[in-house]
């Protein structure tokens, strides 16, 4: 029961219903909160107890000042916990193991138990073996089931074992999108301690960073890492500082020819030049009413692209409009009406919020774009697309030269356009083509271009495959499949190119992950399913696949060109995430671009094709096909959805989403509120993370004799640190899994084995484009073990300086951890011994996560790095100032010793920003800290 200092306790009756709600008007000046802070003041109101959240905390959000947040921290109760299985499994596995320790240290497992709804929906462990025939689903899903029989037999245990936990089973979709086409409420209801139905905005946290794809739905939620959601899960408040807002105004309307893919990414670099990492972000404005809800997702989707925590959307119509299309209940609709405009939470762009800082950005001035190639953020105008391939395979002196008029005319005219025209139905072009062909391009040596033309034969078929070829083209990823108009976009492309008489390039390696099981009724209702199979874009399955490094293998011929003659060959997809080594190990370039554009690069067969001037293709008449032939218009795109999609496509979709197929629902699954650990499994394990605990926490040390275990540049992301796709034989990981008896062709990814603490450690640090200045000239997982300066894997020098009793550090530049929420990033690098990360700064769940496990994240005083204080990763480090001190202090000291230099002394500022972070370090980390607390 709250405490309900500020009377806002009331009814709100919809029908013959009645709800008690917390009234935001019972706060003087609510009004001029944006959105999301309405959100949050709300969950203050009714979850004030006075002691975890107080009435302190509600007159603090009350008296927000837009231009002056400060550092004022409030408690955030979501309504419910969003996983997927990478990330959901380690979850799951530590929450056994917690009940196991809460046996041995005296108390009942049956209280390790979610206190709020968890849901998780399995989608990450399909992989794309097999493409290209219409058979590909079910034998990748057969795949699937034999390799992670043992995950999804702990997770059928846990929905039966867990109060308040569900599954979504294999093969149904991606989690953001289930989340927003079935999941999610809007408005959430829920029984009171008094028995009374509450009404209150439906909130989550999610462990998968594009959590914030359901805030186009008007629902606020944010990606956390899995140890901040089983605190979440098991009751935990989740501390916070009131953030700040910035308002992102949109005014206009697309042009003809972009999609949502180009506004998204569009939108990525305003934002990331901006600046919004930690940040809310909301749109308001009178060209709100322009966007889709679906366009909405897609922007909300890439939030961690652009740094922000979320970027929401209001309630208004479309909100409505979009429940009634998923089949929602009417009740439900009339009830998320009824409470938003009740709230004053009901968009209104005559009458804005208070902002931060307000931004604006006309859609009108949206132009067809894709964005890489390693950095989302990165967005390339189509049309300067091969020059920008060109200069990165060239280095800038071709495009210097071109610049500077010491390359002649003709070679000049084999430069794309800088200004990219839409590519609209019916446009003709003002000058002939500007580029030269592939045979051109791969002739023209005296240009110095690089260019390393490989015959291959692929079927009956003679190819070539050079650098700048795209040997991956793939819809995936919930950023875009949740979107009908790109979807529908793209098997127009499909169908059209198809009646043109093109197809796709034989070294293309072409697949279709939708995000739900709706996604293919629909393009079968409208006929366009053949088409994309013709063009070899047959299911693969449902689930993140290429976005994620479920890629699957190249096909074997082209693999062989690539790896033969150190090819830097590219990957175009309709995904979110295009990180060095994320898409596949042999793909240096990745491209991210709307499911239209994908199909156009498919059949172009390169990033050095013009797509606005140059033909993709010539068919079998001579005729040469242009993306201008082939690209539907937005009125036929429109009158395509409107004719297939209806409510009964959801209705059906989701009416048995729980149920799973024969493979799910056959598993033999053990009994009992404990979990029976195998010794066997390669897959899980019981995690050490409770050995040796004690009923009280051990005091804070300082770290003396430490050795820099990885010394690291800018934007090091999560998919660096953390294990990610594929497991390479040579590796630690990989020998350990034959040590294990597991062939290699077993492995399987590195995220399916998340419930396997030792495959996971071993791979921390070992994304094969991981760049440690400790051993300069390297990529991969690689350093030196001092004092002998042996060059080793990073998880042996870790095995070796703990069995010698040596702490370690990570020393690294700006946005360290970017990128995905992943624990396992957090995990590892404690489990490598490492007690402290020293960085110019932090991407917001990395840091957080860093806390949750126990390791400390020190930050350089401006204008200091480890370039300026001459760092090598040869040296000693000791970090003092912990000791002697109840609270964890603001800075610390940092002494650097080496041979033959003089020692060096900085002061770093601890990055523990709030009291609970504060507890989690004291405790050693969160989950011995909520263990403790339960008992």
């Excluded at 072409?510 to 293919?520: D, E, K, M, N, Y």
């Excluded at 009158?639 to 999609?645: G, L, R, S, Y």
Aim: charge should be negative; glycine fraction near 10%.
């Amino acid at each position: 029961m709250s405490s309900n200092s500020f009377n806002s306790r009331d009814t709100l009756k919809v029908g013959d219903k009645s709800y008690e709600i917390h009234r935001l008007d019972s706060i003087p000046g609510s009004t001029r909160l944006p959105y999301s802070l309405k959100v949050l003041l709300e969950n203050l109101l009714r979850n004030e107890d006075g002691r975890v959240v107080t009435a302190a905390q509600v007159e603090a959000l009350q008296a927000w000042d837009p231009k002056n947040v400060g550092d004022i921290e409030i408690q955030y109760t979501p309504a419910r916990v969003l996983m997927q299985d990478f990330t959901g499994v380690p979850c799951v596995v530590d929450l056994v193991a917690m009940r196991d320790a809460m046996t041995e240290l005296g108390g009942d497992p049956k209280r390790i138990n979610p206190l709020i709804p968890g849901e998780l929906v399995i989608d990450h462990s399909v992989i794309a073996d097999v493409f290209g025939t219409p058979d590909a689903a079910r034998q990748n899903s057969e795949l699937e089931f034999e390799r992670n029989h043992e995950r999804y037999q702990l997770l059928r245990w846990a929905q039966q074992s867990f109060n308040d936990f569900v599954v979504v089973p294999p093969d149904t979709g991606i989690c953001h999108q289930v989340n927003l086409e079935y999941l999610s409420r809007v408005v959430f209801t829920r029984d009171g301690d008094d028995g009374v139905v509450q009404a209150y905005p439906d909130t989550l946290v999610g462990t998968d960073s594009h959590t914030p794809m359901v805030n186009g739905l008007g629902v606020l939620g944010w990606g956390v890492g899995g140890i901040e959601a089983e605190a979440a899960m098991l009751g935990q408040p989740m501390s916070m500082l009131i953030p700040e807002v910035i308002g992102l105004k949109l005014t206009g309307e697309l042009p003809e020819g972009t999609t949502a893919t180009d506004l998204v990414l569009t939108v990525a670099e305003l934002l990331r030049k901006t600046g919004v990492v930690g940040k809310f972000v909301e749109f308001f404005g009178p060209g709100v009413r322009n966007i889709p809800l679906a366009n909405r997702a897609t922007l909300g989707n890439m939030s961690p692209e652009y740094g922000a925590t979320c970027a929401i959307f209001p309630i208004d119509e479309e909100t409505l409009d979009y429940m009634r299309l998923t089949g929602r209940a009417e009740d439900q609709i009339n009830l998320v009406e009824a409470y938003a405009k009740e709230q004053g939470m009901w968009h209104d762009p005559d009458n804005p919020a208070d902002y931060s800082e307000v931004l604006e950005l006309n859609l009108a001035e949206v132009v067809p774009s894709i964005a890489g190639p390693r950095r989302p953020q990165d967005r390339i105008e189509l049309g300067d697309a091969p020059a920008t391939v060109l200069s990165i395979l060239h280095g800038e002196g071709v495009i210097s030269q071109f610049k500077d008029g010491s390359i002649d005319d003709a070679s000049a005219d084999s430069f794309p356009a800088s200004d990219p025209v839409s590519p609209t139905p019916g446009q003709t072009p003002d000058e002939p083509p500007r580029r030269l062909s592939r045979e051109q391009l791969t002739a023209n040596a005296k240009l110095g271009w690089p260019s390393d033309p490989v015959d291959v034969v692929i079927g009956d078929t003679t190819a070539i495959v050079d650098h700048g070829d795209v040997v991956i083209a793939a819809i995936t990823s919930c950023t875009n499949t949740s979107n009908p108009s790109v979807m529908i976009g793209a098997g127009l492309v499909a169908k059209k190119a198809v009646e043109a008489g093109i197809t796709s390039r034989p070294w293309v390696k072409t697949t279709l992950a939708p995000g739900s099981r709706v996604v293919t009724d629909y393009l079968d209702r409208a006929g366009l399913s053949p088409y994309l199979s013709q063009l070899g874009f047959d299911l693969v399955g449902y689930g993140c696949t290429t976005c994620i490094g479920n890629s699957g293998p190249l096909i074997p011929e082209v693999s062989g060109a690539v790896r033969g003659n150190d090819l830097n060959v590219s990957s175009v997809l309709s995904g979110n995430r295009n990180f060095e080594g994320r898409i596949h190990p042999e793909v240096k370039m990745n491209f991210l671009a709307s499911p239209p554009l994908v199909i156009a690069y498919a059949l172009a067969g390169s990033l050095h094709t013009d797509l606005l001037t140059e033909p993709l293709a010539t068919n079998s008449d001579g005729e040469d096909i242009y993306l201008r032939d082939i690209w539907p218009s937005s009125a036929e795109i429109k009158e395509v959805v409107d004719a297939t999609i209806a409510a009964e496509l959801f209705v059906d979709g989701y009416s048995d989403v729980f149920t799973g197929d024969e493979n799910w629902r056959g598993m033999d699954v053990p009994e009992g509120d404990k979990f029976t650990w195998s010794e066997e499994s390669t897959y899980i394990r019981k995690p050490p993370y409770f050995d040796g605990m004690s009923l009280e926490p051990e005091p804070v040390r300082d770290i003396t004799g430490a050795r820099v275990l990885a010394l690291l540049g800018d934007s090091v992301t999560t998919d660096h640190i953390s294990p990610a796709g594929s497991i390479n034989p040579s590796s630690p990981a990989g020998k350990y899994l034959q040590s294990q008896g597991v062939e290699p062709r077993d492995f399987n990814s590195y995220g399916s084995r998340r419930g396997n603490h030792e495959v996971m450690v071993r791979g921390t640090f070992a994304n094969v484009r991981l760049r440690n200045q400790v051993a300069p000239g390297t990529e991969g997982g690689v350093t030196r073990r001092f004092p002998d300066g042996e060059e080793t894997s990073i998880y042996d020098a870790a095995m070796r300086y703990a069995e010698e009793g040596v702490p370690l550090v990570v020393i690294a530049g700006a946005e360290y951890g970017s990128g995905s929420s992943r624990d396992w990033a957090a995990k590892g690098t404690t489990l490598l011994g490492v007690r402290a990360v020293i960085a110019e700064s932090y991407e917001r769940i990395h840091r957080s996560n860093l806390i949750g496990m126990g390791v400390v994240p020190l930050q350089f005083k401006d204008g200091e790095n480890a370039e300026s204080l001459g760092f090598t990763g040869e040296e000693i480090f000791s970090v003092t100032g912990f000791e002697g001190h109840d609270d964890v202090p603001e800075e610390v000291t940092v002494r650097a010793e080496s041979d033959g230099k003089d020692p060096v002394e900085f002061t770093v500022t601890v990055r523990i920003d709030t009291p609970a972070e504060e507890s989690y370090f004291q405790h050693g980390g969160i989950l011995p800290y909520m263990l403790r607390q339960m008992l």
